[in-house]
């Protein structure tokens, strides 16, 4: 990771110069509403802006806890390990957030949102500065000014119309839309509008326990105390950790992220049940069947119909 860049005159004209030359490609925009219950990601392909239209919720950035609430907003730039979680005892929130690339580049645009582990990154050129301005800014979150707020809230929403209804020439109309909405978060963050985030002194413990989950769920035998002995910390403590920073149990996650891989298998009109269950490291097809509806809601055979109703599994 680059040092943070210490802003002059100077600095900030060089980054605006490199700026100008963004062609802002949006991959998805959504309003989340998450009430009560754990969500949040490992790592992701995309830059993402978040915004905080109400409520409140706890984010790790760059082994830094922040307090987020209404009115602030941050970029995730790709392969940054973050985690997101609602506040617990809150109400939840609502928050506005836009996957998007600075450039258009062909090999990138058909991809879709997906989260992905360290080994999953689909990005070969990890080397290449285009898609990373906002890692040499490393702004944290950002309270953004209140008359911005109201413009940034304008300009999402007009996205979010153009991106879903697709009207002629909305791609164009997105393009400036987002790099009008970048302006303004930069403005925001060169002038140091900046929470400061407390050091999280056991954030290496719980982001090698997290890569080991995205890089060793596929094991049957996968327990609490081996990931505690990568992560060098005893199951109890682990357990503590994954309770009070995610807000959820090391064996929920690890099953969320076998039912996310799941899910993701499903695409594939030619994959069975059995052989979907043993690929994502469940020890047979009925305890998949049973995790998959409870932490669904739904069965896997009533989610497969779904897919297939909208036409993103269609069987040949």
Known sequence: MKEPVQFNNESIDILFDRLLQISPFIRSVKIQEKQGAFFGEWINDDNIFTYVKDGTLDIILDSKKYAVGKGDAFIMYPYLSHIVNTTPGTEGCTLYVIHFDLFATPERRDWSVQFVGRNGRRWEDNSN????????????????????????????????????????????????????????????????????????????????????????????????????????????????????????????????????????????????????????????????????????????????????????????
């Open 129 to 316: 500065d285009n898609e990373h301005i906002f890692s040499e800014i490393q702004a944290g979150v950002i309270t953004l000014a209140l008359h911005d707020r109201n413009l940034i809230e304008d300009l999402f929403l007009k996205i979010h119309e153009e991106y879903w209804l697709e009207t002629k020439g909305y791609e164009l109309a997105c393009k400036g839309l987002m790099t009008h909405l970048l302006s303004l978060f930069l403005r925001n963050a060169l002038t140091q509008r900046e929470q400061k985030g407390k050091a999280f002194k056991a954030w290496n413990n719980l982001e090698a326990a997290l890569n080991y989950i995205h890089e060793h769920y596929q094991d049957k035998t996968l327990t609490v105390t081996r990931v505690g002995l990568f992560a060098q910390l005893t199951p109890n403590y682990l357990s503590t950790l994954f309770k009070n920073e995610l807000g959820t149990s090391v064996h929920r996650y690890l099953n969320e992220v076998r039912l996310k891989r799941a899910k993701e298998l499903m695409l594939d009109p030619g994959m069975r049940f059995k052989e979907i269950a043993d690929l994502v490291g469940f020890s047979s097809i009925h305890v998949f069947s049973k995790v998959f509806k409870r932490h669904t809601g739904v069965s896997a055979s009533e989610y497969l119909a779904s897919l297939e109703r909208t036409g993103l599994n269609k069987k040949t």
